[in-house]
């Protein structure tokens, strides 16, 4: 799997400061409320406008809620996992039993897991996701703001002329380039060989990749395996790799650290380290290629390294438990459960591109604190962005 960036860095770092990842669904959705809002301010509305408006809030209202209270279960790039939950009078408490949804608002203006919200939700739809097992789940989709979810309904059903859908196309094509998703990687290598994850970068038209010190780099997918999860990027130029620890020094309850870029359109473009330790050496089903640990990991983690207090990386961050599917199996919502590729899988990984192999700084790294750690490390980061 190879792909080629064909687009300039300043475009592509203009695009990350403007937070050009949105849904297309929404997008459009926001593009036509735009237009029939400008349209209505300038002339009557057509009867037919009206009808579809009507036909729309008619869907839309047999399906919404008033007053629910919910919580956020998992961040996603478009909006968030919540569940539903039910205030017992008796005990005074409320207790998150209900039904997992999708609330599209959420990534726009709420980042905290724990957070207890009661709105009113208007339904908009269904949203589609793939569980940690693999197996596809579709859940209802709402929003808090009550002409969007109208919109979103009208795209849905085709309540709409043939020529505002026409407008709606016009306006998405100015748009050369449309970002398709983040990620962390790090340099391996001192000739620019990039580590990450591979379901960062699959079905990527191109990658790009913004460094901390805002340069940016066109990528090149070199190799990529679906079991470990792992992809090989190049990118051309001379870059400060990271040091390659010992796999036998990893034993649970060692302290590690993740480092990387969670959520970069909603918490920013530095990047983000936290602190854990290592919850065992095998991950979900005693699965051999990977480590849990319960260093806290956002969407947008993925492909950052896991590393020692001396500084040495001993792993790839790959996942976090789906607390939507969690819940749903145990009861009950995930508490830091979450996963790291072994450093051995990466090494055997790595192997297979001998050209990398060769050129990996191994041993011990000449960090004096945890601190030092964190900076030399960070020197080696890069936020990974897809475009197609």
């Known amino acids: 799997m190879k792909a080629h960036s064909t687009c300039t860095g300043f475009v592509i770092f203009l695009l990350l400061l403007l937070g050009g990842m949105y849904a297309g669904a929404e997008s459009s959705a926001r593009t036509l409320k735009k237009n029939s809002d400008k349209s209505s301010s300038l002339s009557p509305m057509s009867d037919r406008e009206k009808n579809y408006i009507r ?10 809620q008033k007053n629910v209270v919910f919580k956020v ?73 009550r002409a969007l979810a109208v919109s979103l309904v009208r795209i849905n059903f085709d309540l709409f002329d043939e020529e505002d859908e026409e407008d709606a196309d016009d306006d998405s094509e100015e748009d050369d380039l449309e970002i398709t998703g983040s990620g962390t990687g790090f340099f391996v290598t001192e000739n620019g060989y990039l580590l990450t994850c591979r379901h960062v970068v699959e079905d990527a038209g191109a990658v790009a990749v913004l460094l901390p010190d805002e340069q940016v780099h066109a990528a090149k997918i070199i190799h990529t395996d679906k079991e470990k999860d792992l992809a090989l990027l190049k990118v051309d130029g001379t870059f400060t790799p990271v040091t390659i620890g010992i796999p036998d020094e ?38 051999e290629n990977n480590y849990q640990i319960d260093a806290a990991v956002q969407p947008g983690n993925s492909g950052g390294p896991l590393f020692f207090t001396s500084g040495e990386v001993v792993g790839v961050i790959s996942a976090r438990v789906n607390d939507g599917y969690y819940a749903e199996a145990t009861g009950s919502i995930a508490q830091k459960i979450n996963y790291a590729v072994k450093m051995e899988a990466v090494l055997s990984f790595l192997r297979e591109e001998p050209a990398a192999f060769r050129r990996l700084k191994r041993g011990t790294s000449s960090a004096s604190s945890q601190e030092e750690a964190v900076r030399q490390i960070t020197r080696s980061l890069a936020l990974v962005v897809t475009l197609k």
């Not at 036909?55 to 919404?64: C, D, F, Q």
């Not at 203006?109 to 197996?135: H, I, N, Q």
């Open 250 to 287: 990893v034993q649970p309850g060692k302290t590690v650290f993740a480092l990387g870029y969670p959520n970069p359109e909603i918490q920013g473009f530095a990047p983000k380290v936290t602190m854990g330790i290592i919850s065992a050496l095998t991950g979900m089903h005693d699965d």
């Open 55 to 64: 036909r729309a809030e008619e869907i839309m209202l047999s399906k919404s």
């Open 73 to 145: 279960l998992q961040a996603m790039e478009d909006g968030c996992l919540c569940i539903e939950g039910v205030y017992d009078e008796e005990d005074e408490e409320i207790y998150f039993t209900g039904s997992v949804f999708f609330w599209i608002d959420a990534t726009s203006r709420y980042t905290a897991d724990d957070e207890t919200f009661l709105k009113d939700l208007y339904w908009c739809g269904t949203y589609s996701y793939t569980t940690v097992k693999d197996m596809p789940k579709t859940v209802h989709r709402y929003s808090s703001d």
